[in-house]
């Protein structure tokens, strides 16, 4: 009889830690050309204003609700220190320089930074970072430096977490989308809106969105069929790895098709690392050949014996928590109370301020219509000119754009204003001060100034978008077509305007 060969997740763990290390790189360098304009001193919302004002109402409690280093220092230069603090650790990660220790700055930097972002840094993709990064943490390897030929085999608890990670972030997309009872997602119809309604679409969106509508309704069936059936297969005995490996494959598709026709910035990306944990040694031998791996798994020393102990413990823990928030997200969704009882919503709640152990949902109601909010400025406040912003929607002849995997995060946020303006009128206002000011952190978030110097004067026009068929475009060269809505402000001043000065 021939002797089973053991199943090892060493070359696995080597290539998932290097390719978040891959992940944070771009999040952090992705932040740092951006932190300034969003929440520095002179941002839209500043995070002295807003850690201030949170801890005049809490105190010292302030400090455990938002547990971040930007206490020591809200200022520009420590934001961008954090930023880029950020980049070189990640290099050290890639590198598997003492990847314990790296895993965990990056961690707690990125944590610090979401809470300073405020608005500007609570996407799920965000949250999804931190709960990976958490558990990256407990599956490094205890050395100053990881070397495939080294490196003993990963805790086989952590492990299996990093897999329930996989199983949630995509059951949960695909669960959340049924439970909604979402009537475009109920019929197999949402896919005919989405190209068009995502927040940054991209130039292949708009062919896409051409395509027949049957094609829309057997490409949702079809997501349905990866995010709420095949993540069961993750979890199949060890002798069936060639049924994981086509599960991988499935959702590795999914998320490459994802990123082809939109910008999520680093979300497809780190999806699809979380997935390449799932790939045992075997699998990954001839993709990656390198390394010369010893006849036997070394030994674990004291220290390292203690630590993967730890490590199992803690991410039991982290197991338990994580199916409260799978539970707790399938309720809210039902707009139902946690099945679980009250002492889970304490547990998770008392969690909460870390960010890490979170629910998920992408897209589980169906935007059907896209609003868009336009900036007009103006010298004289008789002829406007339209502000144009990198990324977003704008001017209708303009290409749509590749911009992952860099997170334009004033881009998106606008997506999420137009949907609601009344909820975002605080930071919108300061967005517009801040035009009027002439301050160059925020103009540097959009695209050029159409004026000469600073404007003066300065509204928001709200917009129906659409994109345009196939002859519409061939008559025209135009991307979209659009109707106005009205204004959602009247005429704003700059307060450096003589009228304003007297």
């Known amino acids: 009889m021939k002797e089973a060969v053991p199943v090892s997740f060493v070359r696995s763990r080597w290539l998932f830690l290097r390719l978040l290390g891959a992940v944070y790189l771009i999040a952090f360098a992705s932040l740092a050309v951006q932190i300034t304009g969003l929440v520095g001193e002179q941002g839209i919302l500043p995070a002295r204003e807003f850690l201030g004002g949170v801890h005049e109402v809490y105190g010292s409690g302030a400090y455990r609700l938002l547990p971040t280093l930007v206490w020591l ?3 520009d230069g420590f934001l961008l220190m954090l930023c880029w603090s950020g980049v070189v650790t990640s290099l050290l990660l890639i590198a598997g320089v003492v990847p314990i220790a790296s895993s965990a700055l990056l961690w707690l930097l990125y944590l610090s930074l979401t809470i300073a972002g405020q608005e500007f840094l609570r996407f799920q993709w965000d949250a999804l970072l931190l709960e990976t990064g958490l558990l990256a943490i407990l599956y490094a390897p205890l050395s100053l430096r990881s070397r495939l030929a080294v490196d ?23 669960i959340t989308k049924i439970l909604s009872s979402d009537p475009a997602w109920a019929a197999w119809t949402a896919l005919s809106f ?7 679409p991209a130039w292949t969106s708009w062919f896409v969105h051409q395509l027949p509508i049957s094609i829309h309704y057997w490409s949702a069936a079809a997501m349905f069929v990866i995010e709420v059936g095949v993540p069961w297969l993750i979890f199949v005995p060890a002798r069936f790895r060639h049924v994981r490996l086509v599960a991988c494959a499935l959702m590795i598709c999914l998320q490459a098709g994802i990123a082809a026709t939109g910008n999520y910035g680093f979300f497809n990306l780190l999806t699809i690392v979380i997935y390449v944990a799932l790939l045992d040694d075997r699998t990954l031998e001839r993709p990656l050949p390198w390394g010369t791996e ?39 969704t039902r707009g139902r109370r946690m099945i679980a009882g009250e002492w889970a919503e304490r547990t998770l709640d008392w969690i909460a301020p870390f960010n890490s152990v979170n629910g998920y949902g992408l897209f589980r109601v169906m935007t059907t219509e896209r609003p868009e909010i336009v900036i007009e400025v103006s010298e004289n406040g008789q002829t406007w000119k339209e502000y144009e912003f990198r990324w977003k929607a704008g001017d209708v002849k303009r290409r749509p754009r ?8 004033l881009d998106w946020q606008m997506w999420f204003a137009a949907l609601d303006p009344g909820s975002a009128q605080n930071w919108l206002s300061r967005l517009l001060t801040r035009l009027l000011d002439g301050n160059a952190a925020v103009m540097s978030l959009l695209g050029p100034n159409p004026l000469a110097r600073p404007p003066r004067y300065a509204r928001l026009v709200y917009y129906r978008y659409h994109f345009t068929s196939s002859a519409e475009r061939a008559k025209t060269g135009a991307w979209w077509k659009r109707e106005s809505l009205g204004y959602l402000t009247g005429t704003i001043e700059s307060r450096s305007s003589p009228a304003n000065q007297e």
């Open 194 to 200: 989405h190209y068009e309604t995502q927040p940054i």
């Open 402 to 409: 590749f911009v992952e995997p860099h997170m334009p995060r």
């Open 294 to 332: 010893p006849a036997e798994p070394p030994a674990d020393g004291p220290a390292a014996s203690a630590w993967r102990t730890t490590a199992n413990v803690i991410a039991l823990g982290v197991a338990v928590l994580s199916v409260l928030t799978l539970l707790r997200e399938m309720d809210a």
């Open 152 to 174: 003993p085999e990963p805790p086989s608890m952590v492990r299996w977490v990093i897999w329930g990670l996989a199983f949630k972030l995509t059951f949960l997309s695909g």
């Open 73 to 75: 220092s809200p200022s």
